[in-house]
């Protein structure tokens, strides 16, 4: 199993600003995953984010508004960009563990866009 | 991918045995079934997957039948913090999931 961590648990930003959210592994993954979760949706996925090389992104999500960083196996952060109320969501990083049959996901991320 | 069909909502009672019926009619031979279950405020969590028949672990099963173009997750004698949405989702070779829309389970004392 795996246990995840996220920075912050929720935020309320402006308009135009950035915000990065940090996301914690308490192991080593090579699969980690950034999803999207609007008020009262199903989750979306942005992007896949493989340390050691860039990441992949869904249709509809595009690395200059959503960058997103995978320094090393335990840790990965994803940037909203120049945000608009739109953005706002609940943002949720999961894991794969090679071998094992279920994704752990994060407690998420709940941002506000003002 | 292979997209999945499951009804918006359900309401139950606790102790009553809940089953969630999810359509995959174009499931590929190498696609799985897995259930999520996700509380208000927090990420899914993973609560069974099965290929074919019947699986069963501490929390649910799930009933396959032969042609894998249905499941059916079972939870067993409901209680109220059995109150959230489950997610029935095909999975493949790409380890990414897709989610759909999710039954919205609401248990009543």
């Known amino acids: 199993s795996a246990v995840i961590s996220q920075k912050p648990s929720r935020d309320i930003c402006q308009r135009g600003t950035s915000l990065t959210i940090q996301c914690q592994v308490d192991?080593?993954?090579?699969?980690m995953f950034w999803y999207r979760q609007q008020p009262g949706q199903s989750l979306t996925l942005i992007a896949t984010a493989n340390q050691g090389s860039e990441a992949t992104y869904e249709s509809g999500f595009v690395i200059d508004k959503f960058p997103i960083s995978r320094p090393n196996l335990t840790f990965s952060t994803l940037t909203v960009s120049n945000m608009s109320p739109e953005d706002s969501s609940i943002y949720l990083c999961?894991?794969?563990?090679?071998?094992?049959?279920?994704?752990?996901f994060g407690p998420g991320t709940r941002l506000t866009v003002t | 991918l292979a997209k999945t069909t499951q009804p918006i909502s359900m309401d139950s009672y606790e102790g009553q045995e809940v089953n969630i019926t999810c359509s995959h009619n174009?499931?590929?031979?190498?696609?799985?079934i897995t259930w999520y279950q996700q509380f208000p405020s927090q990420g899914p969590r993973f609560i069974i997957q099965?290929?074919?028949t019947k699986v069963t672990n501490e929390v649910a099963s799930l009933f396959i039948p032969a042609d894998r173009k249905s499941s059916t997750l079972s939870l067993p004698r409901v209680s109220l913090s059995d109150t959230a949405v489950y997610y029935c989702?095909?999975?493949?070779?790409?380890?990414?999931?897709?989610f759909g829309s999710g039954t919205r389970l609401q248990v009543q004392p």
């Open positions: 174009n499931i590929a031979t190498n696609d799985y």
């Open positions: 192991s080593q993954v090579t699969m």
């Open positions: 989702l095909v999975v493949g070779g790409r380890r990414a999931l897709t």
């Open positions: 999961s894991v794969d563990l090679a071998g094992d049959d279920e994704q752990y």
């Open positions: 099965g290929y074919k």
